[in-house]
């Protein structure tokens, strides 16, 4: 009769290990940047912003391929610094936001490299979902304000004639796009 | 996008399919006007698809956005209406049944999967429900006035209204949206001119160019909401742009009804109704050409810019 305590324990434990090994972090909005630069007639580069962006990670620091992380972008909230500019960018020659609000990424594979982690996912932008691998760089937690804190960065080319946009617009603006992201996470 | 010359070639595409099919499906059905009536409607979709293959990558399958859908789910169900309507394959009643379900749905079609229909508040339905009373409206009104009278000038406007919405749509930043107004306007512009000159004053001829001018309402209204809810054409330019070829119905069918008066006859001159019609296009195109040279003509870059190395 003593057994049914020590396993309710031992599984109790076994529980909380594992809710301690996956830790949730939200999106930190303050502290985090999606932008964007895309090449102007081959001669500059135009750059841009996403401003209102959420998501959530969750690291398995003792198996990193249990890790993921997601990303939405309300494609909306593009800024490039000048207000024409975005508005024609909202429109369905680019981003048609009114048919597509976000831009999403969902992990699907994650795997441990030296210096951060490399994610494979589903990368959902103008309706079209193309699978993707980048580098992340980062991961490691500190502790400041009041929080536990992780940060990330990568880069990501991609071409815009994949994602169905417009063939016609690309010209001026070349068709690859390079979308940096830096975040950072907080968790309690 | 195509340059000027590749607009202007789907135009003459959509225009030349049109009123060649037009004119030789009139004459193989001299003597059938139920079969010259469909020929028009049939001259009136193949030129709409010759303009439209004119045009690279429009439309794309399968149709995600609201163009898409307009152009391969709105217009070729009205037209279909309109065919069945020019053959005489349905009685007045459930040509109206028909056009009213249309009218319903028209708006969830175009809107299918957008911001606009997430939620599903109140203001949502109300909005299809006022939006499909004006298509049914619209639609019926000038089916009934044109086969009743085969007056040409409100598919003449509605060609002009079309060729305005496309450039406002296009002038506002959806350069795509706004273009495929052209093709569709040469096409609707021969079937018009077929119906009217290879049977001119037969039965077909009104029933032919009823159903033109009624795909021709439903099209701009396609256009409009379209252009109204995924570019930026403004709520007033929407709202002008599909009265233009109602007042001229409204204005005939004002002079008609009523006592002959001059006021009357006036009212329902050609000269006046064109006026009627001229006004909200020519406010339209002016604050939509305002508005590109504030907004994005700073932005525009010329296509044929060179790179050298």
């Given at each position: 009769?003593?057994r049914?305590?020590?396993l ?11 809710l ?12 985090s ?15 841009g ?8 990670f ?18 909306d ?14 429109q369905p ?15 699907t594979?994650?795997k ?6 490399e994610?494979?996912g ?13 580098k ?6 500190i ?18 004639s ?26 309690d | 996008?195509?340059d000027?010359?590749g ?6 595409c ?7 099919l ?6 193989l059905?001299?003597?059938?006007p139920?079969?010259a ?5 049939v001259?009136?979709?193949?030129g709409g ?6 045009l690279?990558g ?5 149709p995600v ?21 020019a053959?005489g394959w ?5 040509l109206?049944?028909?056009?009213g ?11 299918h ?10 203001s949502v339905w ?14 019926e009104g000038?089916a009934?006035?044109v ?14 209204a079309?060729?305005?919405a ?7 930043g959806?350069?795509?949206g706004?273009?495929?107004a ?7 512009a ?14 077909g ?15 701009l ?13 403004g709520t ?5 742009l599909?009265?233009?070829?109602l007042m ?8 008609r ?15 006046y ?7 909200p ?19 525009l870059?010329?296509?044929?810019a060179?790179?050298?190395?």
């Amino acid at each position: 009769m003593r057994r049914a305590p020590v396993l309710f324990a031992l599984v109790a434990a076994l529980a909380a290990g594992s809710l301690r090994a996956a830790d949730e972090y939200a999106y930190d909005l303050v502290h985090s940047s999606v932008s964007f630069k895309a090449r102007f007639l081959d001669i500059s580069w135009i750059h841009g912003r996403f401003n209102d962006v959420a998501g959530k990670f969750s690291l398995d620091r003792q198996d990193p391929t249990k890790s993921t992380f997601e990303l939405t972008i309300k494609a909306d909230s593009v800024d490039t610094a000048n207000a024409a500019r975005d508005e024609h960018l909202r429109q369905p020659d680019y981003f048609d936001t009114k048919q597509f609000p976000t831009i999403d990424f969902k992990s699907t594979q994650v795997k441990a490299i030296p210096d951060g982690y490399e994610v494979s996912g589903n990368f959902t932008m103008h309706g079209v979902t193309k699978p993707v691998t980048f580098k992340l760089v980062g991961g490691k937690e500190i502790e400041a304000m009041g929080k536990k804190r992780v940060g990330f960065g990568t880069e990501l080319k991609l071409k815009r004639s994949d994602f169905n946009f417009d063939k016609g617009q690309i010209g001026a603006i070349g068709d690859e796009a390079i979308i940096i992201i830096d975040c950072a996470g907080q968790r309690d | 996008m195509p340059d000027g010359i590749g607009l202007m070639r789907a135009a003459a595409c959509g225009f030349g399919v049109a009123i060649v099919l037009g004119v030789v499906g009139a004459a193989l059905s001299r003597r059938e006007p139920v079969l010259a009536a469909v020929a028009v409607i049939v001259a009136m979709v193949w030129g709409g698809i010759a303009g439209l293959f004119a045009l690279p990558g429009v439309p794309s399958l399968p149709p995600v956005t609201g163009l898409d859908r307009y152009l391969v789910i709105l217009l070729p169900v009205a037209l279909a209406i309109e065919a069945e309507a020019a053959a005489g394959w349905l009685d007045g009643f459930w040509l109206t049944v028909e056009r009213g379900c249309v009218s319903l749905v028209a708006l969830p079609v175009l809107l299918h999967g957008s911001v606009w229909l997430a939620g599903g508040q109140p203001s949502v339905w109300m909005g299809i429900v006022a939006a499909a009373i004006v298509l049914w409206g619209a639609w019926e009104g000038t089916a009934g006035h044109v086969r009743a009278t085969g007056d040409r000038l409100v598919a003449v406007v509605t060609v002009a209204a079309l060729v305005v919405a496309g450039l406002a749509i296009a002038m506002a930043g959806w350069l795509k949206g706004g273009v495929v107004a052209i093709p569709l306007a040469a096409a609707l512009a021969g079937a018009i001119l077929a119906a009217g000159g290879a049977s001119l004053g037969r039965r077909g001829s009104a029933s032919g160019l009823a159903g033109a001018s009624a795909a021709g309402i439903v099209a701009l209204f396609g256009l409009v909401v379209i252009g109204r809810c995924f570019g930026r054409l403004g709520t007033t330019s929407a709202a002008l742009l599909l009265a233009a070829p109602l007042m001229v119905t409204l204005a005939d069918g004002f002079s008609r009804s009523g006592p002959d008066t001059s006021a009357a006859r006036v009212v329902g001159s050609t000269r006046y109704r064109l006026l009627l019609a001229a006004v909200p296009l020519v406010v339209v195109l002016v604050a939509a050409k305002a508005d590109f040279d504030t907004k994005l003509g700073r932005l525009l870059v010329a296509p044929s810019a060179d790179v050298k190395p």
